[in-house]
Every structure is written in C-alpha cells, then in structure tokens.
C-alpha cells in the first residue's frame, strides 16, 4: 500500500469512526425575579432536545389547564417527566406542549424553551404565544390561590419583559373551540380579573 493511500485510509477512517457529538440547540435562559417561584428544567429532570422546530418571537400569552383531574397527593415532577415522554413519544412534538407548568401549591416549571412554539391537539397556531398551563382539569376543580398568584406574577413577568399588551392576554378557548383552560380559571379572564392583577403588578415602578 502506498503511503499516500494509507493515509487516505486512515483519514478516512477516522472521519467514519470519530464520534458523533449531540446537537446543541439554542435556549433562551431567562433570569427571574426572587419572587417568582420558578424550577428550572434542569432541577426537574428535563431532557435534553433532540430536535427543533423553527424559533418564534413572544407577542401573546396564552393560558391553559392540563386538562386532566390533579390530586393533592401526584407527584408534579414524575407528572412532567411522563408528558415530556408521552409528548415525545405518542405526539409528533419537539417537547411537552407548554413553556411554562403551575403545579397546585404555585410551583412554576419551565418546560419547552421559551424560543419555540408551543404544540397543541387543536387548531389554532401557538406560533408567537407564550404558554403557560396550570396543572388540573377547572371543569372539574378550582384553582388553587396558589396557583393565581403563580399565574398573576408569571403573566406580568412576562408581560413585561416580552412587551405584550394585555389585549393579547388570553385563553386558549379565546383562539378554538376547547373547553380550555376550564371555566373556574377562564372566568378570570372573562371579568378581565388577570388581565387587572396583571396590570398592578405593571403599573409598580
Ligand atoms: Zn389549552
């Protein structure tokens, strides 16, 4: 064998065998205020993205319920570890659908990146809406005073920080036909509740 086709070789073997090293895919890290009571992906047991959709720009922030009865006693981090899976697995979806989880003692998730949309299982497009979903079914059970705190200051954080007027502060049944996010939690948005909390929290210096 020549030297110069060994080397090819060798080239070329190294270049097959080298390997491959995991995508990095860009996420936006926000820093919150100490009031916010927020876990970061990494503290819940988050898994990393294998792939991405096209990234978006936050002008909406859209509220939803997880649709499904939240006993006091569920674990809410072996319930996010279950979505992302199931989001992953038995839906086509980069991540589990929300950015942002609420569990009943007001205990903020992150979820998939702020950076992309959200998914949804109806038909209006969450490209641009910032998504924040609070864990139990307000066709069945009411939301926790935990939980509207929760939500309050999220919203106004991001609100504020994303510049979103409040006339595109909404629920998901404002933009399909869905009973989400329920109508123990869409009625403070109908009376224009949220959206006035939110407006305080705003109006502070
Ligand atoms: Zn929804």
């Given at each position: 064998?020549?030297?110069?086709?060994?080397?090819?070789?060798g080239?070329l073997?190294t270049w097959s065998?080298?390997?491959?090293?995991?995508?990095?895919f860009?996420i936006t890290?926000?820093?919150?205020?100490s009031?916010?009571n927020v876990?970061?992906r990494?503290?819940?047991?988050?898994?990393?993205?294998?792939d991405?959709?096209?990234?978006?720009?936050?002008?909406r922030?859209?509220i939803h319920?997880?649709g499904v009865f939240?006993?006091e006693d569920?674990?809410p981090?072996?319930?996010?570890?279950?979505?992302?899976e199931w989001?992953?697995?038995?839906?086509p979806?980069?991540?589990?659908p929300?950015h942002f989880m609420?569990?009943l003692?007001?205990?903020?998730y992150?979820?998939?990146?702020l950076n992309?949309?959200g998914?949804?299982?109806?038909?209006?497009?969450?490209?641009?809406h910032a998504?924040i979903c609070?864990?139990?079914?307000f066709?069945?059970?009411?939301?926790?005073?935990?939980?509207?705190?929760?939500?309050v200051?999220l919203?106004?954080?991001?609100?504020r920080?994303?510049?979103v007027p409040?006339?595109n502060l909404k629920?998901h049944?404002?933009y399909?036909?869905t009973?989400c996010p329920?109508k123990d939690?869409?009625?403070?948005?109908e009376?224009?509740?949220?959206?006035?909390q939110?407006r305080?929290?705003?109006?502070?210096?």
């Amino acid at each position: 064998m020549s030297v110069r086709f060994s080397c090819l070789l060798g080239i070329l073997l190294t270049w097959s065998c080298a390997p491959t090293a995991p995508p990095i895919f860009p996420i936006t890290e926000l820093e919150y205020p100490s009031s916010l009571n927020v876990v970061r992906r990494a503290d819940w047991g988050w898994k990393a993205l294998q792939d991405t959709i096209p990234q978006h720009t936050i002008s909406r922030i859209t509220i939803h319920h997880s649709g499904v009865f939240f006993p006091e006693d569920k674990d809410p981090v072996a319930y996010l570890r279950h979505l992302q899976e199931w989001s992953r697995t038995e839906r086509p979806w980069m991540d589990i659908p929300y950015h942002f989880m609420v569990d009943l003692d007001g205990v903020i998730y992150e979820a998939r990146p702020l950076n992309y949309p959200g998914d949804t299982n109806t038909t209006y497009d969450p490209t641009g809406h910032a998504l924040i979903c609070l864990m139990g079914n307000f066709e069945e059970q009411s939301v926790t005073q935990a939980q509207w705190n929760s939500l309050v200051n999220l919203t106004a954080y991001l609100a504020r920080t994303y510049s979103v007027p409040l006339w595109n502060l909404k629920g998901h049944k404002d933009y399909t036909e869905t009973l989400c996010p329920g109508k123990d939690l869409y009625q403070y948005l109908e009376s224009g509740e949220l959206q006035k909390q939110v407006r305080r929290i705003l109006e502070q210096p």
